[in-house]
């Protein structure tokens, strides 16, 4: 029978052991980039993307959204860019634990438009990024609010 | 064996929308079962597509995508009866790859 010390400090070390499990997600797989998806802001992430400028605001990025996500597990978001010369579209959530939800490679076949479904686990501002072939960052952003988080059990 | 994605692919013009709704559980990692124990991770983190055979499309997603994933993308450049092939991969290996043809 424990007593009500030992009983603490085991739940302080399993809380421990599940920060610990919580600040180090899953290894990655080999071609999976996995420290863009640990990356907490968007200065982590333009590190951990090698991207050489800083990130601008730019109009000719598009991010399509509804401004109040109902259920923040399902909040549909569509990122598009006009521009010529993207390599690669990111969509980011600012105060999800990981920033980056999904990179898509634009190909020439293909226009600088995809559109997915992205957890929320609270009201945030939502970016979509353009990192363009020349070396340019360029992103739009907006504020979702979200009357439901995606994000707990 | 995972279930099988549903893909649409519509003309509009010389392009065409193709729509993907996958079937994937895209657990985060993050959340705790009743006992308290974090319910490991599994989720897509690769997904990539073919038009008539060339690849046209890759893309990396995080946790944070939904349950069953929904993902459209636009070709540039199609017409009826090409083919089109979308492959995702999870963090557990597992993979599947379903086919349409462009309507």
New interface residues.
């Given amino acids: 029978m424990q007593d009500r010390r030992a009983f603490l400090n085991h739940s302080a070390t399993v809380a421990l052991l599940l920060a610990g499990v919580g600040m180090v997600p899953s290894t990655a797989r080999a071609a999976w980039s996995g420290p863009a998806f640990e990356a907490k802001s968007m200065a982590d992430l333009m590190k951990a993307m090698n991207a050489s400028s800083a990130p601008a605001e730019s109009k000719d990025v598009t991010l399509t959204a509804s401004e109040v996500a109902e259920n923040g597990a399902v909040v549909p978001i569509a990122i598009a860019t006009t521009l010529p010369g993207v390599k690669r579209m990111l969509l980011l959530v600012e105060k999800n634990p990981n920033i980056l939800s999904a990179a898509f490679d634009v190909s020439d076949a293909l226009e600088a438009n995809f559109a997915t479904r992205v957890k929320m686990g609270q009201s945030s501002n939502v970016y979509a990024v353009a990192m363009m072939a020349d070396g340019k960052v360029l992103f739009a952003q907006k504020e979702i609010k979200v009357t439901l988080g995606g994000c707990g059990g | 064996m995972a279930d099988p994605m549903r893909i649409r692919a519509q003309i509009e013009g010389s392009?065409a929308t193709v729509r993907v709704l996958m079937q994937h559980e895209?657990e985060?990692?993050?959340?705790?079962?009743s006992a308290?124990k974090?319910i490991?991770?599994w989720f897509i983190?690769?997904v990539s597509a073919t038009?008539n055979g060339?690849?046209?499309?890759?893309?990396?997603?995080?946790?944070?995508?939904?349950?069953n994933?929904?993902?459209?993308?636009?070709?540039?450049?199609a017409k009826a009866g090409d083919k089109i092939s979308v492959t995702w991969k999870d963090?557990k290996?597992d993979t599947r790859t379903d086919e349409v043809v462009v309507a």
């Fill in positions: 392009k895209m985060t990692g993050q959340r705790k079962d308290g974090v490991p991770a983190q690769e038009h060339k690849p046209v499309m890759t893309a990396e997603w995080g946790p944070a995508v939904s349950k994933p929904f993902m459209s993308f636009v070709l540039k450049d963090n290996g």
